[in-house]
Structures are given as C-alpha cells and as structure tokens.
C-alpha cells in the first residue's frame, strides 16, 4: 500500500492498523504518556495526547518529565557560586568595636561581716537580711560574699541569746 499524500510505500504494520498517510505525512498527533498512581506502588502508563499530557503534568504532584522546574545545586548553580567562593574568598571584616575595661570595686567580707553584725544588732534579723541582698543589688559585694554574710546572720540568729550577745560584744 502507498501513501495518498506523497506515494511512498506504507508499513504493513501500519496499513493495518488503519493509517492511509506515511509517519511524515500524517497529520495525527504524536501519543504521550502519562502516568497515573492510585496507590503508593501501583502506578500504570496511560496514553494521552501531547497537550493533555502536559496539562495533567501540571496538575500532578507525582509527575515526571520536563515541565516542572528542577530545584538544588543544578539548576540555580550554587554549587559554582560554592567553588567560587572557595577560590576568591571575601575579604575578612575586621571588628573595631573594643569593649570597655570594666573595674569592679567590690567590698571585702572583713569589713562587711562588722557592718552587718552592726546592723543586726540595731535592727534584727529580718532587715538585715534585706540588706545585704540591696548591697549585693548595687554591685557593692559579690555573691559569694553575700552567700557568706547571710550565713553568718543565720547562724546569729540560730543561737541562744545569751551566747550571741557575748559574740557581738567581741566583734564590736
């Protein structure tokens, strides 16, 4: 059988399957193929026209083929830009900021064990607690010594009157 366009001999095969025009003849539009998955694992190939298959690739989250753009290092090239920026490094800034020198001018725990007791026997237990964690507030003592002030004070109020008198007449 011949081609009705050009006169060129047709496939048998394709006489048979109804076709009048050789391939570069023929009118008819190529076939696409379009998968479809409905389930995990069992996808099956559907035949579909060129333009009904890139409108289902479109539309198809698990398609495949060339109509979505590829995402990585590929496509926006930033695995060049990588090598790049290891062949011509960005020159390093350099810090200006200095920080202050800071002084702190702490008390001794000598001297405010005395003030304290002093303050303990004119006030009482309760205020002179309340105290210390002011000084301490203001930066005047450090938490250490504010540690060790409160334990003393503790440790006044936790004896007998009798001997807490006698040891606050010989700090005094």
Request: aromatic share 10%; proline share 5%; hydrophobic share 25%.
């Amino acid at each position: 059988m011949n081609c009705t366009e050009c006169d060129k001999k047709i496939d048998d095969y394709r006489y048979h399957l109804g076709y009048t025009e050789c391939v570069e003849c023929s009118k008819t539009e190529k076939y696409s193929a379009h998968t479809v998955y409905p389930h995990k694992t069992g996808a099956y190939v559907q035949p579909v026209s060129k333009t009904a298959s890139n409108n289902l690739k479109k539309i198809d989250r698990r398609s495949t083929g060339g109509t979505r753009v590829a995402k990585g290092v590929y496509v926006d090239k930033s695995w060049d830009r990588y090598l790049e920026s290891l062949e011509n490094p960005k020159p390093k800034k350099v810090s200006t900021y200095i920080p202050p020198k800071v002084t702190y001018n702490f008390r001794s725990y000598r001297g405010m064990k005395d003030a304290m007791i002093k303050y303990y026997n004119k006030f009482g237990y309760d205020p002179t607690r309340e105290q210390i964690r002011k000084i301490f507030k203001k930066n005047v003592i450090t938490l250490d010594t504010m540690n060790k002030l409160q334990n003393d004070i503790n440790n006044l109020q936790l004896l007998p009157s009798r001997v807490r008198k006698k040891i606050i007449k010989k700090n005094a």
